[in-house]
């Protein structure tokens, strides 16, 4: 994309992402409150029955403020302008495979580093699970054009991280989210409580995940060298063997 249209693609995608992260934010919420409440009673699981309620109506006025603005002109030019940066590229005459190999190599160097030095915190587990779930959707989409190298070990490694990492952010939102609802105060505790008990095994799982991911790397690299020598040791003159990615 040339820059002008990089900088108004890149607002109307912000724009866009923000309107329906609310109404995606209030769902993990309602979704998590679910998934972390046992059978139970009490005065704990009485609120958080209230609690469950009060995360349905906050859905819906979620869900009615979205309604509300698809209509709306500043919503629809954001679209038009997402549709005529895709409209660009698919005009492009760079071939897609060279391209694909380029970025799929760029996004995988950047996402290795990240993994050796990366320190678990909220912040930094949110920016990762961005950086994976590209790579991911590359590696899969990049197959069928013939480009970015991505073995299905690679790929399985990428859907176990994002799995996780998508876990520990629902678990960040429903952390947010409960913050309005003070008044469920017993309710809040059970499900705080329960939240950090459910993150600590998700962090076990993550740490796992992450030497999976970068041991598929280090034996891609290893894998690498050792078939191009072969290669290259066994090629007959005047034949063309393909590299190995």
Known sequence: LSPLLSRDYRRALKRVTRDLGRLRDADVARQSVEN??????????????????????HRLRSASALQAQLTDSSWLKAVSTLRSGIDFVLSNEQPMA???????EDRRGRLRARLRTLKPSPEGLHRLRRKVKTLRYLSEEMRTVGGGCAREEEVAALVGMQDILGKLQDLEVLRHTLRRYAQHRHGV???????????????????????TL?????????????????????KAPGVQRPEEC
């Open 214 to 234: 970068l041991r598929v790397w280090d034996e891609r690299d290893r894998r690498g060298i050792v078939g191009t020598s072969r290669n290259r040791s066994r």
């Open 98 to 104: 060279a391209v694909a190999s380029a970025l799929m």
């Open 36 to 57: 972390l409440t046992a059978e139970g009673r009490g005065r704990g699981f009485d609120e958080l029955k209230s609690l469950s309620i009060a995360l349905e109506r």
């Open 189 to 211: 505790r059970k499900l705080r409580a329960k939240a950090a008990a459910r993150r600590k095994h998700l962090l076990r799982d993550f740490e796992e995940r992450r030497a």
